[in-house]
């Protein structure tokens, strides 16, 4: 895999064989939108077949716009894993929230996934009242069932439909799986005809490059928790495929103080070592080729500012 690839991901696809011949194809876009942690992120994961986004425990962990590409029969579903949607304080945050909006206006289909047992409140609220501008059809995806009683998943699922007119509302459990074949089922079926996007075998259009970035910041973010601030960033910048069938890559994390890049690395170097060997595994699994993954820090003040960055991320530069 070249460092220009498509991310292959680390799992089969659903229903990844090309179209019957016989019956149109359907193709078209859905976009997965949501307050922070609501397990946008795992249900794209678990409605591709792959890991094609970034998980962690930390709120806005998705930054921008993840194509994932999940076949149903003779239906290919574009899901657009869209950032959390939350109050922004920051130009990052703006840019992150705006991007969201926008890959929900331009969808055929919007789900709004829900976090059941935090249930409508705070974002989602907010969520729940913009959602009456965009015009594309929408489902209502209540997650994490297993923990909450039935009687109050009724309550949200009425709730929530007296507010916004969603076609169908979905009960599931991105985690396990349940639920989310009764999910796909409905969106291959709602989807218009048309020909495929991608290729059959394709299963996300993020670079292997920038995917690779991603999994490194996702190990930043489990390893250190609360003491990693936002203002970080991970760019891969030299990708070399050698002789032996190995794959060197190296990558630069970038923060914004000196203190910080002290906690990135960590004492006598102990964290950046635990972050890049978690992070070479995984991506030496997806890759399905031995990786020699080296890592720097550097301090880059105030990249928050910098519209290159943010042109690297997929995200406008807000004003």
């Known amino acids: 895999m070249s460092a220009s690839g498509k991310a292959p991901g680390a799992g089969a696809p659903h229903d990844a064989a090309a179209p019957d011949e016989g019956a149109p194809t359907r193709s078209g876009f859905v976009a997965l939108i949501g307050a922070p942690n609501a397990g946008k992120s795992t249900l794209l994961n678990r409605l591709v077949g792959a890991k094609v986004s970034i998980v962690t425990h930390k709120v806005q962990t998705t930054r921008a716009l993840v194509r994932g590409i999940a076949t149903r029969a003779n239906t290919q579903i574009v899901f657009l894993d869209t950032p959390g949607i939350f109050a922004p304080r920051r130009r990052l945050d703006r840019a992150m929230v705006t991007t969201a909006w926008g890959g929900a206006r331009e969808a055929d289909v919007v789900a709004f996934l829900v976090d059941a047992e935090r249930g409508l409140v705070g974002d989602a609220e907010t969520i729940l009242d913009g959602l009456g501008s965009v015009r594309a059809r929408k489902v209502l995806v209540l997650n994490k069932i297993d923990r909450i009683r039935r009687d109050r998943l009724l309550e949200l699922a009425a709730a929530a439909n007296a507010r916004v007119d969603f076609e169908r509302t979905f009960m599931i459990s991105a985690l396990t799986g349940s639920g989310c074949d009764d999910l796909l089922d409905w969106l291959a079926a709602a989807l218009p005809e048309g020909p495929w996007y991608y290729p059959d075998d394709q299963i996300s259009d993020l670079p292997m490059r920038q995917l690779a970035a991603e999994i490194t910041r996702e190990k930043l973010y489990l390893r250190l928790h609360q003491e ?92």
């Open 228 to 319: 990693i601030p936002y203002a970080c960033h991970v760019e891969t910048e030299r990708w070399e495929e050698r002789k032996d069938g190995s794959v060197r890559i190296e990558q630069v994390v970038y923060v914004e103080r000196d203190s910080q890049k002290k906690i990135v690395i960590g004492r006598k170097g102990e964290t950046l070592r635990a972050v890049g060997q978690a992070a070479r595994e995984e991506l030496a699994a997806i890759l399905e080729q031995p990786v020699h993954l080296f890592l720097f820090v550097k301090v880059r003040g105030n990249w928050g500012d910098d519209p290159e960055r943010y042109r690297e991320m997929g995200l406008d530069f807000p004003g």
